[in-house]
Nanobody
Framework: QVQLVESGGGLVQAGGSLRLSCAAS????????MGWFRQAPGKEREFVGG???????YYADSVKGRFTISRDNAKNTVYLQMNSLQPEDTAIYYC????????????????WGQGTQVTVSS
């Protein structure tokens, strides 16, 4: 079982940046596909981006070019660097781990963090 804890959320003005972290406990972190999702009020949880255990990164079109995912396997941590934030990026951000490489759907992730709030003001 993997436990995930997100941090780094907060309030930022449009155009600003935030870096989210997701610390994982448990074994075999290096073998997991890691993903970031977000859920805005009244909306379904949506895929933001992911990184495979080999380090390949992939993103939703809505964040491509603005968000960057990275992972530090020595620290069992995955990061989401968010630049050029816009009010529509306001949501609770969740990290998740799974066994399927390059997964983009919720059902392909088995473990979830509790989420961290990101609010972007205009």
């Amino acid at each position: 079982q993997v436990q995930l804890v997100e941090s780094g959320g907060g309030l930022v003005q449009a155009g600003g940046s935030l870096r989210l972290s997701c610390a994982a406990s448990g074994r075999n972190f290096i073998m997991f596909n890691m993903g970031w999702f977000r859920q805005a009020p009244g909306k379904e949880r949506e895929f933001v981006g992911g990184i495979t255990w080999t380090g390949n990164r992939y993103y939703a079109d809505s964040v491509k070019g603005r968000f960057t995912i990275s992972r530090d396997n020595a620290k069992n941590t995955v990061y989401l660097q968010m630049n050029s934030l816009q009010p529509e990026d306001t949501a609770i951000y969740y990290c998740a781990s799974g066994n399927k490489s390059a997964a983009t759907t919720l059902r392909d992730y088995q473990n979830w963090g509790q989420g961290t709030q990101v609010t972007v003001s205009s």
